[in-house]
């Protein structure tokens, strides 16, 4: 009699204990809880590797400088100048570019890099000045286009040399 009384109770009890989980969530509730698009995610930086653990997209506040154990570029960002933003890397882990602003003079930068040097730059600093520059690795050769509020100029380097664009260049 004991016996059936302890499973008649075992099984009373776990009936409650269903009618009380169940009973208390709704189809609703289910669905907010498993539907995240309306949920922002906020963090302090996000980096993507891919099937090998290479970091191959960091997106981040404070942008750690280029790291590769195949070899760093040969001009890393300068130490306490730190940028914020999105940086991609190549196969190897090399930084080949971003999209970042810095943090000291508020510039947006837009990047490319290739494995020994930046070469591509377009950017706008806070006030309004912009600049596109592309440059060979060396950088003897040079393209630059640069606009404020009181100039817009073309600047030409061909072999170390500037090269005059109008009769009036001097």
């Not at 040097?117 to 040079?142: C, I, M, S, V």
């Amino acid at each position: 009699m004991k016996k059936n009384l302890l499973y008649g109770l075992t099984i009373f009890n776990s009936i409650c204990f269903l009618i009380i989980l169940f009973g208390f969530s709704s189809g609703d509730n289910e669905k907010k809880l498993l539907n995240y698009s309306d949920r922002i995610l906020k963090v302090r930086g996000l980096i993507i590797v891919d099937s090998l653990g290479i970091e191959r997209v960091i997106i981040a506040s404070q942008i750690p400088t280029s790291q590769s154990s195949l070899g760093n570029r040969l001009y890393p960002r300068e130490k306490g100048t730190n940028v914020s933003g999105l940086m991609i890397y190549d196969s190897e882990g090399q930084e080949r570019g971003g999209y970042v602003t810095d943090d000291d003079y508020g510039n947006a930068f837009l990047t490319l890099d290739s494995k020994t040097g930046q070469t591509f730059l377009a950017l706008a600093e806070p006030y309004g000045a912009t600049a596109l520059q592309l440059w060979d690795r060396k950088g003897r050769n040079k393209i630059s286009l640069e606009t404020t509020d009181s100039i817009a100029q073309i600047n030409i380097k061909n072999n170390n040399k500037s090269i005059k664009l109008y009769r009036d260049d001097k």
